[in-house]
């Protein structure tokens, strides 16, 4: 079959992890990804800075090296390798991380392939999308609607991952109060959820984080760097991937409230797990991605309910990978975005 949109390079820049600590990590030449039957080629618009992809930096997070990083990926598809999947050459999608699972575990069979255990995903174990072309299955293309740009296009997976936290099953009810811990994208994303279900929000961080509370301000939720009441909480959301931040939200949630862990640690923490049996706590989180999250993060951004673009604060080329993963790491803004054509 022809490729409708041409491919004139060979080689291609991208950023791999090729051994350990980020110092192995480094902006190279690769070869452009071979399109077999069942996958297409998608042309990189924009990737997000994920922290998982700084716990894969600091190998706190599995990989499989050498591997190109990156699975916050937009873009327009340019080639496929089935005629039958023709029809999606020349749309704009955002992309699931998963390359391949087993499909006949328990988990597969029940529609939760996030909980494979020889899950393959983007970024980890198979070439991602800090890159200027990926891979991957046709199955796991999302037609990008059309209110959203490509940068802001890049929040759409973990958009997908907050909502399979959030929402599959609700976990906020109208009126609830719901303190979200950690002012990151994640934590903006899960507020612009909570408040979509009902909820009545309170983002807490740090004085250095007055940039990023005055954005979940200015996107409905109340912000604070100061102590919050303990027991006054209907709902946490701990989203900031700390230990101290999660024993702040066992402090704050009521009795027989709700813990949500949305947020990555890394590494193993302390917490004060007691809390659980004297509050009588129900604790739930959610593992990257569904597709039943994909439907209803689309949902939420055609519907108007989420705002993508006040999240976008840096936007760099692949040359400048090293400075936006320190910055990222320094916790610096929100969501830096990678544009591969910038």
Avoid at 68 to 97: F, L, P, Q, S
Wanted: proline share 6%; with cysteine; aromatic share 4%.
């Amino acid at each position: 079959m022809s490729t409708t949109l041409p491919i004139t390079e060979q080689a291609m820049s991208a950023v791999v992890k090729h051994s350990a600590g980020p110092e192995g990590v480094s902006v190279t030449e690769v070869a452009v990804p071979e399109v077999l039957p069942g996958l297409a080629r998608v042309r990189v618009a924009a990737t997000g800075i994920c922290g998982t992809d700084v716990h894969v930096a600091h190998d706190e997070y599995g990989y499989e090296a050498p591997v190109v990083m990156g699975h916050e990926i937009t873009g327009t598809v340019v080639d496929v390798g089935a005629d039958g999947d023709v029809g999606w050459v020349g749309k704009r999608v955002a992309c699931e991380t998963y390359f391949a699972t087993c499909e006949e575990c328990q988990w597969c069979r029940a529609g939760r392939r996030n909980l494979c255990p020889t899950r393959r995903s983007l970024g980890s174990f198979e070439h991602g999308g800090f890159a200027e072309f990926v891979v991957l299955p046709v199955v796991n293309l999302h037609a990008v609607p059309d209110c959203l740009g490509d940068v802001e296009g890049a929040l759409a997976e973990p958009l997908a991952c907050v909502t399979q936290c959030l929402l599959d099953p609700p976990v906020v009810q109208a009126g609830d109060r719901v303190l979200v811990t950690g002012p990151g994208a994640m934590g903006q994303l899960a507020s612009q959820v909570a408040q979509s279900l009902g909820g009545v929000v309170t983002m807490t961080g740090l004085p250095k984080d007055a940039a990023r509370l005055a954005v979940a301000e200015r996107l409905g939720a109340r912000a604070t760097t100061g102590e919050v009441e303990p027991g006054s909480f209907d709902v946490v959301l701990e989203c900031s991937g700390s230990g101290v931040a999660a024993s702040v939200a066992f402090e704050a949630v009521r009795r027989g409230g709700r813990y949500v862990q949305v947020g990555i640690f890394g590494q193993p923490v302390t917490l004060p797990a007691d809390q659980i049996l004297y509050k009588e706590l129900t604790i739930t989180s959610g593992f990257a991605s569904t597709a039943t999250s994909w439907r209803a993060a689309m949902r939420l951004i055609d519907s108007g309910q989420v705002s993508l673009g006040p999240l976008v604060t840096r936007r760099v080329p692949l040359a400048e990978f090293p400075t936006a993963l320190a910055a990222a790491e320094a916790g610096e803004g929100l969501k830096t975005v990678v544009v591969p054509g910038a």
